[in-house]
């Protein structure tokens, strides 16, 4: 089975600043996504940003990026310029499926972003 | 469009009791999926669907059943609620595997007491 790791409980920055959250997964799939969702105090589940393993480019989605290293299995974002708005939690996810219909998302425990104004 | 509905929002149950928790989505998405957070932690699916007759267990599956009948609807049943189902369920759909998005539902608060 499929794990994801996320080893900071929680982060805090200054507003404009940059911050990285780091993410480990273990999988023995070659093919996969990674995604990081957002859940501010709305528990709203919003996507961020998603990564395809088979891309060696990092995404990028406006001030979000990714740092995809597939040899290591480790999936960080690092949010540029942060905002006020950028506080929430963040949960990085792997997606794991197969050609049988087989599908879901393997969350980890998160990490709360705070955003000091 | 509304996206992803749930409802309940909120619900208390007693143990023992049952109930029905509705999902209902409008992007006519083949998968759907159940999930519920608990404090503190990331998301655990329960159930999976990947199109209208069709189910599957996920990670955590004791406990409750599910059914998809057409492709909008993707209910949750808890039979004999207990103390450790307490938690926040969210359902999602996805129009297919991959790179697709799973767009989330707002959640229930479900508290069994």
């Known amino acids: 089975a499929q794990t994801v790791t996320q080893s900071q409980p929680e982060m805090s920055v200054q507003e404009a600043e940059t911050v990285t959250l780091s993410c480990t997964y273990d999988?023995?799939?070659?093919?996969?996504?990674l995604f990081w969702y957002k859940q501010p105090p709305s528990r709203q589940m919003i996507l961020v940003i998603r990564?395809?393993?088979?891309?060696?480019q990092n995404a990028t989605e406006n001030r979000f990026s990714v740092n995809f290293q597939k040899a290591a299995k480790s999936f960080s974002l690092k949010i540029s310029d942060s905002q006020l708005g950028d506080a929430a939690m963040y949960f990085c996810?792997?997606?794991?499926?197969?050609?049988?219909?087989?599908?879901?998302?393997?969350f980890g425990k998160g990490t709360h972003l705070i955003i000091q104004p | 469009n509304a996206g992803v509905t749930q409802t309940p929002k909120f619900r208390i149950l007693k143990i023992g009791q049952s109930m029905t928790l509705q999902c209902t989505q409008d992007?006519?998405?083949?998968?759907m999926y159940w999930y519920r957070q608990d404090p503190g932690m990331g998301l655990k699916l329960i159930y999976y669907?990947?199109?209208?007759?069709?189910?599957d267990k996920g990670e955590v599956p004791n406990g409750y059943n599910v059914s998809r009948s057409t492709t909008e609807d993707f209910p949750l049943r808890l039979e004999l609620a207990a103390p450790s189902q307490t938690s926040v369920y969210f359902c999602?759909?996805?129009?297919?595997?991959?790179?697709?998005?799973?767009?989330f539902g707002p959640g229930t608060r479900l508290t069994v007491t």
């Open positions: 669907s990947v199109g209208a007759g069709i189910t």
């Open positions: 999988t023995s799939e070659s093919d996969y996504y």
């Open positions: 996810a792997y997606r794991w499926y197969s050609g049988g219909g087989a599908d879901g998302l393997t």
């Open positions: 992007m006519n998405h083949n998968y």
């Open positions: 990564q395809e393993a088979y891309k060696q």
């Open positions: 999602a759909s996805s129009h297919s595997s991959g790179a697709y998005e799973q767009y």
